[in-house]
């Protein structure tokens, strides 16, 4: 058994994938080629948004969102702790300081009473500029943007939503990679719209905005190839992998209806066993990972491996206790439920064809 099985959607869809592939070897486009700005118009229409830029990853995409929102020294930008570490790298990349935030005990996303509270700390502290919040879409639900946007517009904070692995999510039926001033998602191979190797996105309504993540992606240039008015970055979708992409994408919601399915089956089968994800009303989610909670995570996880079930953790060390963040700042509290999910999450197979 596949913890997420690649090998079953590219069989689906071999015909189709593979005729995209050859139409860009035999254009020979390979940068850039027109691949590139079809998927990105499909993908602004899917997810109902002016702009859809595409990039080499999901870690490029959150670091060129910082470039545009020109986050720098000596500003403060605030994140879960319970995530991926590229959430908070891309913050330290840019010389900025990442402020992090506790998670909510249901859906294990950023806890906005929590956000709330380091806000007003950082800014009572007074040694750090308060500048963004970055949200992340844990395991395929879409943080609390209701009150996230809220708290982001009484304080005059630019917001990020990090739908790396939220893309297919919505709240109230508005799509992930809607929210906020500008998002950012992955196209890693076991996301839930993945290509056969490293890509990413960012999506804004702005048109400054995308103007400058159309330059930052490419060296920062200018209207002439040559003329490079800004200090850029090399990220660019590979145009094979954007072929790939509009099939997939073009699947996207049928493997979405049957991720649902699954999430369905396992909570009908293991509520009362375990602590199970819950989808608070009006929301949907694209089901990255299930994600479950037990005191007995060691013993459970062996248990399932007895019976060929692969299991994983997401993610076993909080950002706050990494080596490389371990100084940042100093909490006595600690983060008492990211600590303890931490301790107790593991995450059962999940995909489209399971």
């Given at each position: 058994?596949?913890?997420?099985?690649?090998?079953?959607?590219?069989?689906?869809?071999?015909?189709?994938?593979?005729?995209?592939?050859?139409?860009?070897?035999?254009?020979?486009?390979?940068?850039?080629?027109?691949?590139?700005?079809?998927?990105?118009?499909?993908?602004?229409?899917?997810?109902?948004?002016?702009?859809?830029?595409?990039?080499?990853?999901?870690?490029?995409?959150?670091?060129?969102?910082?470039?545009?929102?020109?986050?720098?020294?000596?500003?403060?930008?605030?994140?879960?702790?319970?995530?991926?570490?590229?959430?908070?790298?891309?913050?330290?990349?840019?010389?900025?300081?990442?402020?992090?935030?506790?998670?909510?005990?249901?859906?294990?996303?950023?806890?906005?009473?929590?956000?709330?509270?380091?806000?007003?700390?950082?800014?009572?502290?007074?040694?750090?500029?308060?500048?963004?919040?970055?949200?992340?879409?844990?395991?395929?639900?879409?943080?609390?943007?209701?009150?996230?946007?809220?708290?982001?517009?009484?304080?005059?904070?630019?917001?990020?939503?990090?739908?790396?692995?939220?893309?297919?999510?919505?709240?109230?039926?508005?799509?992930?990679?809607?929210?906020?001033?500008?998002?950012?998602?992955?196209?890693?191979?076991?996301?839930?719209?993945?290509?056969?190797?490293?890509?990413?996105?960012?999506?804004?309504?702005?048109?400054?905005?995308?103007?400058?993540?159309?330059?930052?992606?490419?060296?920062?240039?200018?209207?002439?190839?040559?003329?490079?008015?800004?200090?850029?970055?090399?990220?660019?979708?590979?145009?094979?992998?954007?072929?790939?992409?509009?099939?997939?994408?073009?699947?996207?919601?049928?493997?979405?209806?049957?991720?649902?399915?699954?999430?369905?089956?396992?909570?009908?089968?293991?509520?009362?066993?375990?602590?199970?994800?819950?989808?608070?009303?009006?929301?949907?989610?694209?089901?990255?990972?299930?994600?479950?909670?037990?005191?007995?995570?060691?013993?459970?996880?062996?248990?399932?491996?007895?019976?060929?079930?692969?299991?994983?953790?997401?993610?076993?060390?909080?950002?706050?206790?990494?080596?490389?963040?371990?100084?940042?700042?100093?909490?006595?509290?600690?983060?008492?439920?990211?600590?303890?999910?931490?301790?107790?999450?593991?995450?059962?197979?999940m995909h489209g064809y399971l």
């Amino acid at each position: 058994m596949q913890f997420i099985d690649l090998a079953a959607q590219y069989q689906h869809l071999k015909t189709k994938i593979d005729k995209r592939i050859q139409t860009v070897l035999d254009h020979g486009n390979y940068i850039m080629g027109p691949e590139v700005q079809e998927l990105e118009h499909e993908l602004a229409k899917y997810v109902g948004v002016k702009h859809a830029v595409t990039c080499a990853n999901g870690t490029d995409a959150l670091t060129l969102a910082m470039m545009v929102l020109n986050i720098e020294k000596g500003d403060a930008v605030f994140c879960p702790t319970f995530t991926f570490f590229a959430t908070a790298e891309v913050i330290a990349y840019e010389g900025a300081t990442p402020v992090f935030v506790d998670s909510d005990e249901e859906t294990f996303n950023i806890c906005p009473v929590d956000l709330e509270k380091q806000i007003k700390t950082t800014i009572a502290e007074g040694k750090l500029n308060p500048k963004a919040i970055i949200a992340v879409d844990l395991f395929g639900l879409p943080a609390n943007y209701l009150e996230i946007e809220k708290i982001a517009e009484r304080y005059n904070l630019k917001l990020v939503e990090d739908a790396a692995q939220g893309f297919g999510g919505s709240i109230n039926g508005k799509k992930a990679c809607s929210f906020g001033d500008i998002a950012t998602t992955s196209f890693f191979p076991a996301k839930p719209l993945g290509c056969y190797g490293d890509g990413g996105a960012i999506f804004t309504n702005n048109d400054e905005y995308a103007e400058l993540l159309k330059s930052y992606r490419v060296h920062g240039k200018g209207n002439d190839k040559y003329d490079n008015v800004r200090i850029g970055m090399n990220s660019r979708l590979d145009t094979i992998q954007a072929a790939i992409l509009l099939e997939k994408l073009a699947e996207f919601p049928t493997e979405l209806v049957n991720r649902n399915k699954a999430a369905a089956n396992y909570e009908k089968s293991l509520a009362g066993k375990y602590k199970t994800p819950q989808v608070p009303e009006g929301y949907t989610s694209s089901w990255a990972q299930y994600t479950i909670v037990s005191e007995r995570r060691d013993e459970e996880m062996a248990r399932y491996k007895e019976h060929g079930i692969p299991t994983m953790i997401y993610y076993g060390t909080c950002m706050h206790q990494q080596t490389a963040f371990i100084d940042t700042q100093c909490r006595p509290e600690g983060f008492p439920v990211a600590e303890r999910l931490a301790k107790s999450v593991f995450s059962l197979p999940m995909h489209g064809y399971l």
